[in-house]
């Protein structure tokens, strides 16, 4: 190993290249895979050693790194938490671009922390928002020490002091008892939200059997859930399903009646949650840094990570912006007056957006079946198997 080929590993590792493209990268410098005189393994080792450095003097080169962010960048913010031996316990940082996204979009957020990203074992905990163009934004990070109400609380507090006091108005996390004390302690006035999509997965997951076993469960159990659009429906609904179904005694059916107003969507229809239901956000910039840096990078192998995600983020946004000033639908579904005010009003993400819903209400049928009172409605395609899937409101 020359100290060329040294010298180039220690770069690619800098910017978290794995070690099976560093032998491709080698091996294309040196001729071809048989002219590489060492081994996956070689490489694996002296990668190890170079971790090993950094880690000596990581938090030190990690503040050293914040510092100089902050001459370029006043705006940009980061607050450590240390324990009684001054170490490390969190670590929270936001930069300029991501606190005007929050002046801007920070209605709503997304938290998670499913995500352990580096070799100190510290949760990633993105802070995600949705922009004016329906695309994911970062508003901040954090790494914690564990997941207890105390390193919460610590971390929505600094959350908002980076954000000049700002509390949002929608939050949606994953179940976390811990966490959900937190938000409403700290984010007292915002209405909190559990994600609906892994509620309903631990559902299927636990209840196998009985799906299987009763034909049009599932189909109702989806109808109900998706498609109630009052709270009245969706509980009359949901009893009449446990009765018919036998699933009195269901232990989890039973818990998800008795947390319903935690994420069923007709509970949260007067509130801002932007096309979303889930923590799928959080999970997707999770995703992003799972490609990208693993339990074996140090603190600042992530922190240069975080300040990729972050340009293309923006770089991503700048796009959207000028495709939408500079384009303009060709042709509208319908060509309703509507949709040609829409095409004023909207950007070109939002009023795609638009255009799904204005097609999904061709999909309906309906009659009136009380004098200016009430109607029934229906989907038109689909032959009715199913009397829920009838659906009787009064105006």
């Known amino acids: 190993m020359t100290d060329m080929e040294k010298g180039l590993i220690r770069m690619l590792n800098d910017n978290n290249i794995s070690t099976r493209q560093m032998v491709s990268i080698l091996s294309y410098l040196r001729g071809g895979p048989t002219a590489l005189p060492m081994k996956k393994k070689d490489i694996n080792n002296f990668r190890t050693k170079i971790n090993r450095d950094i880690k000596a003097s990581n938090m030190t080169k990690v503040l050293d790194y914040f510092r100089k962010r902050q001459t370029k960048d006043p705006s940009f913010f980061y607050k450590l938490d240390l324990d009684e031996e001054r170490r490390v316990r969190n670590l929270f940082l936001v930069d300029g671009c991501s606190i005007e996204y929050y002046k801007e979009y920070g209605e709503y957020i997304s938290f998670d922390t499913t995500f352990m990203t580096n070799k100190y074992n510290l949760p990633f905990s993105p802070f995600v928002g949705i922009t004016g163009h329906a695309q994911s934004c970062l508003f901040s990070c954090a790494f914690l020490h564990d997941e207890t109400i105390e390193t919460f609380l610590w971390v929505f507090e600094t959350f908002l002091e980076a954000m000049g006091g700002k509390h949002p108005v929608t939050v949606i996390n994953d179940q976390d008892k811990a966490m959900k004390s937190a938000i409403q302690l700290v984010f007292s006035n915002a209405t909190h939200r559990n994600c609906l999509f892994h509620i309903k997965s631990k559902c299927y997951n636990r ?59 007709v509970y949260f229809k007067h509130d801002f949650f932007p096309f979303i239901q889930t923590t799928s956000r959080s999970e997707s910039i999770n995703s992003r840094m799972n490609d990208n840096v693993g339990p074996t990078y140090s603190m600042m192998g992530f922190i240069r990570e975080y300040d990729c995600v972050i340009e293309a983020i923006n770089k991503n946004e700048r796009l959207e912006e000028s495709y939408s000033n500079q384009k303009t639908p060709k042709e509208f579904i319908f060509g309703y007056t509507i949709e040609q005010q829409a095409t ?46 009838i659906r009787r409101y009064t105006v």
């Open 207 to 265: 209840n196998t059997k009985v799906f299987s076993q009763h034909e049009g469960l599932y189909e109702d159990f989806e109808d109900i859930i998706n498609n109630s659009l009052t709270i009245e429906e969706f509980e009359t609904l949901w009893v009449k399903m446990i009765e018919d179904k036998n699933l009195q005694n269901n232990k989890y059916m039973t818990k998800m009646w008795q947390t319903r107003h935690r994420f069923i969507p």
């Open 344 to 389: 004023e009003l909207y950007n070109r993400n939002i009023f795609r957006k638009f255009q799904v819903q204005l097609k999904a209400t061709a999909r309906l049928s309906y009659k009136e079946t009380e004098e200016g009172k009430t109607f029934e409605v229906w989907p038109k395609s689909n032959q009715i198997h199913n009397v829920h899937r």
